[in-house]
C-alpha cells in the first residue's frame, strides 16, 4: 500500500510529495494488475515496485521543459525504473492518475474530517450535560421570549452536528470513487479488470462508468456538504459570540494568561475565535459554489475544473479541519457564568411567564382575544413600571377571575418551563 503521510496528516494529503507518491502507487498497481492478468511480463512489474521512485526538484525541472506534470513524472521515474518502465501509463492517460489520486486523497481528508465530528460531538455532549438544567433567558429576534437551559441550547448544537456527521458518511462513498478508463472512458486500451483491481487495492470503488474525467456532481456534493457543514460552525460562533457581548456576558470564549485582547485597549477581551470561524466559513462556502460551476464540463471533458480544484480541495479540506478542531477547543473551554444568566432572567421582571398564564386562562374559559388582551395590559405595564408581571396580573380581574393568587404565583416559576427538558437529552442520547 501507499507509504502514509508523517507531515500534520490534513496538511500533508495535499502536499506535491503526498501526490506524486499517489501517483505512483497508482501506475505500479496498474502494472502488477495487467501482470496478473498476463498481459504484461511479470519481471518487468516486480522491476517497477523495485525500482519505481521520484524527485520532486526534478519532476519540477523536467516540467519546465514539458510543460505537462503526468509527462514529467514520468519521465522521471522512468529515469529510475529503466527499460520497465515501458508499461507504465499502459492504456491511460492523465486523467486517470489525477481523478484516482484526488478520490484517494479526499478519502483520507474525509477520514480525518469524520473523526473531528465524532471528537466534536463529545465535547458538546459533556458541556450539554453539564448545564443540562442551568436556566438561561431564551431569545426570538434578539428579544427575551421564554425560558430555556443552557444544556438545551448546547443539546440542539449536538443535535446539528449529528446532522453534520449523517451527511459527511453519506457522501463519503459517493467521493471514493476512481477510473482508469483511459481518454474517453471506453477502457479501449486497458482491460476493466485492471480499474477494478487498482481501485479495490487503494480502498476505493471504481466508476460504473465515466468519461475521461469522473463526472464533477460528486465532488459538488462533497464542498456542498463541506459548506452545510462550515454554516454549522459559523451558526455556532455566532451564537456565543452574542452571548459575549458585554451587556449579556453569559458565556466568554477562553482568555489565556498574557493573552491580548486590543492593541489601543487594555481592558479588552474579544471574541476572536468565534469571529475567525465565521470568516472561515465564507471561504468554504465560496468554495462549494465554485465546485457547482465545475459540474458543466465540455463533452467528454475539458480542463476548466483542474485549476479550481487544486485550489478548493486542500483548502476546504484544511480549513474544514481548523474549524472542526477550533470549535472543539471553544466549546471544551467555553466559559460560562450561570449567575448572570440568572441575572438576565430577571431584567424582565418574569415577563416570560405571560404564554403560561394566557394558555391558563383560555383552558379556564375566557376567550382567547379577551385572554390575550388582559395578559398583554400586564405585560405592558411590566415594560413600563417597577412592578413584576406577576404583580401587574394581580391587578387584572379578567385574570384574577379565573386564576386566583396563589395559583399564579405557582405559575409564574421556572419549573413549569423546563419539565421535558430531562426527556428531550434521552431522546438524544445525552
Given at each position: 500500500?501507499?507509504?502514509?503521510?508523517?507531515?500534520?496528516e490534513?496538511?500533508?494529503?495535499?502536499?506535491?510529495?503526498?501526490?506524486?507518491?499517489?501517483?505512483?502507487?497508482?501506475?505500479?498497481?496498474?502494472?502488477?494488475?495487467?501482470?496478473e492478468?498476463?498481459?504484461?511480463?511479470a519481471?518487468?512489474?516486480?522491476?517497477?515496485?523495485?525500482?519505481?521512485?521520484?524527485?520532486?526538484?526534478?519532476?519540477?525541472?523536467?516540467?519546465?521543459?514539458?510543460?505537462?506534470?503526468?509527462?514529467?513524472?514520468l519521465?522521471?521515474?522512468?529515469?529510475?525504473?529503466?527499460?520497465?518502465?515501458?508499461?507504465?501509463?499502459?492504456?491511460?492517460?492523465?486523467?486517470?492518475?489525477?481523478?484516482t489520486?484526488?478520490a484517494?486523497?479526499?478519502?483520507?481528508?474525509?477520514?480525518?474530517?469524520?473523526?473531528?465530528l465524532?471528537?466534536?460531538?463529545?465535547?458538546?455532549?459533556r458541556?450539554?450535560r453539564?448545564?443540562?438544567?442551568?436556566?438561561m433567558?431564551?431569545?426570538?429576534?434578539g428579544?427575551h421570549?421564554?425560558p430555556?437551559?443552557?444544556?438545551?441550547?448546547?443539546?440542539?448544537?449536538?443535535?446539528?452536528?449529528?446532522?453534520?456527521?449523517?451527511?459527511?458518511?453519506q457522501?463519503q462513498?459517493?467521493?471514493?470513487?476512481?477510473k482508469?478508463?483511459?481518454?474517453?472512458?471506453?477502457?479501449?486500451?486497458?482491460?476493466?479488470?485492471?480499474?477494478?483491481?487498482?481501485?479495490?487495492?487503494?480502498?476505493?470503488?471504481?466508476?460504473v462508468?465515466s468519461?475521461q474525467?469522473?463526472?464533477?456532481?460528486?465532488?459538488?456534493?462533497?464542498?456542498?456538504v463541506?459548506a452545510?457543514?462550515?454554516?454549522?460552525?459559523?451558526?455556532?460562533?455566532?451564537?456565543?459570540r452574542?452571548?459575549?457581548?458585554?451587556?449579556?456576558l453569559?458565556?466568554?470564549?477562553?482568555?489565556?494568561?498574557?493573552?491580548?485582547?486590543?492593541s489601543?485597549?487594555?481592558?479588552k477581551?474579544?471574541?476572536?475565535?468565534?469571529e475567525k470561524?465565521?470568516?472561515?466559513?465564507?471561504?468554504?462556502?465560496?468554495?462549494?459554489?465554485?465546485?457547482?460551476?465545475?459540474?458543466?464540463?465540455?463533452?467528454?471533458?475539458?480542463?476548466?475544473?483542474?485549476?479550481?480544484?487544486r485550489?478548493?480541495?486542500?483548502?476546504?479540506?484544511?480549513?474544514?479541519?481548523?474549524?472542526?478542531?477550533?470549535?472543539?477547543?471553544l466549546?471544551?473551554?467555553?466559559?460560562?457564568?450561570?449567575?448572570?444568566?440568572?441575572?438576565?432572567?430577571e431584567?424582565?421582571?418574569?415577563?416570560?411567564?405571560?404564554?403560561?398564564?394566557?394558555?391558563?386562562?383560555?383552558?379556564?374559559?375566557?376567550?382567547?382575544?379577551?385572554?390575550?388582551?388582559?395578559?398583554?395590559?400586564?405585560?405592558?405595564?411590566?415594560?413600563a413600571g417597577?412592578?413584576?408581571?406577576?404583580?401587574?396580573?394581580?391587578?387584572?380581574?379578567?385574570i384574577?377571575?379565573?386564576?386566583?393568587?396563589?395559583e399564579?404565583?405557582?405559575?409564574?416559576?421556572?419549573?413549569?418551563?423546563?419539565r421535558?427538558?430531562?426527556?428531550?437529552f434521552q431522546?438524544?442520547?445525552?
Amino acid at each position: 500500500m501507499i507509504a502514509r503521510y508523517t507531515l500534520p496528516e490534513m496538511a500533508a494529503i495535499w502536499t506535491d510529495q503526498r501526490k506524486y507518491e499517489i501517483w505512483l502507487e497508482i501506475e505500479t498497481l496498474a502494472c502488477e494488475a495487467q501482470a496478473e492478468l498476463g498481459h504484461i511480463p511479470a519481471e518487468d512489474a516486480r522491476t517497477i515496485r523495485e525500482k519505481g521512485k521520484f524527485v520532486l526538484a526534478e519532476i519540477e525541472e523536467i516540467e519546465r521543459r514539458t510543460n505537462h506534470d503526468v509527462i514529467a513524472f514520468l519521465e522521471n521515474v522512468a529515469s529510475y525504473v529503466g527499460p520497465a518502465c515501458r508499461w507504465m501509463h499502459q492504456g491511460m492517460t492523465s486523467s486517470d492518475v489525477l481523478d484516482t489520486t484526488l478520490a484517494v486523497q479526499t478519502a483520507e481528508a474525509s477520514d480525518i474530517i469524520l473523526q473531528n465530528l465524532r471528537d466534536l460531538r463529545v465535547v458538546i455532549a459533556r458541556r450539554a450535560r453539564e448545564y443540562a438544567m442551568t436556566p438561561m433567558i431564551g431569545r426570538s429576534h434578539g428579544i427575551h421570549a421564554e425560558p430555556i437551559t443552557f444544556g438545551l441550547k448546547l443539546a440542539l448544537m449536538y443535535d446539528e452536528f449529528t446532522r453534520a456527521l449523517e451527511r459527511f458518511e453519506q457522501v463519503q462513498p459517493r467521493i471514493r470513487v476512481g477510473k482508469l478508463s483511459g481518454a474517453v472512458g471506453t477502457h479501449a486500451h486497458l482491460d476493466p479488470k485492471v480499474e477494478q483491481v487498482v481501485c479495490e487495492r487503494l480502498g476505493l470503488k471504481a466508476a460504473v462508468l465515466s468519461t475521461q474525467v469522473l463526472q464533477r456532481d460528486r465532488h459538488a456534493e462533497f464542498h456542498t456538504v463541506l459548506a452545510v457543514i462550515a454554516s454549522s460552525v459559523d451558526r455556532w460562533a455566532t451564537e456565543f459570540r452574542h452571548l459575549q457581548r458585554t451587556e449579556v456576558l453569559e458565556v466568554e470564549e477562553y482568555f489565556s494568561p498574557g493573552q491580548k485582547g486590543s492593541s489601543a485597549m487594555p481592558h479588552k477581551r474579544n471574541p476572536i475565535t468565534g469571529e475567525k470561524l465565521s470568516g472561515l466559513a465564507r471561504l468554504v462556502r465560496s468554495n462549494a459554489v465554485a465546485a457547482l460551476e465545475n459540474v458543466a464540463l465540455w463533452h467528454e471533458r475539458d480542463i476548466s475544473h483542474s485549476s479550481v480544484e487544486r485550489v478548493i480541495f486542500p483548502d476546504s479540506c484544511i480549513l474544514m479541519n481548523n474549524m472542526l478542531v477550533t470549535l472543539k477547543k471553544l466549546v471544551d473551554r467555553l466559559i460560562v457564568y450561570p449567575q448572570n444568566m440568572q441575572r438576565n432572567l430577571e431584567i424582565t421582571k418574569g415577563l416570560y411567564h405571560s404564554q403560561t398564564i394566557l394558555l391558563k386562562l383560555t383552558e379556564r374559559g375566557l376567550e382567547r382575544k379577551t385572554a390575550y388582551e388582559a395578559v398583554q395590559r400586564a405585560a405592558m405595564a411590566t415594560w413600563a413600571g417597577t412592578q413584576s408581571l406577576q404583580e401587574n396580573l394581580l391587578l387584572e380581574s379578567a385574570i384574577t377571575d379565573k386564576i386566583p393568587p396563589a395559583e399564579i404565583a405557582t405559575l409564574c416559576t421556572l419549573e413549569h418551563h423546563f419539565r421535558w427538558v430531562e426527556d428531550t437529552f434521552q431522546r438524544l442520547g445525552l
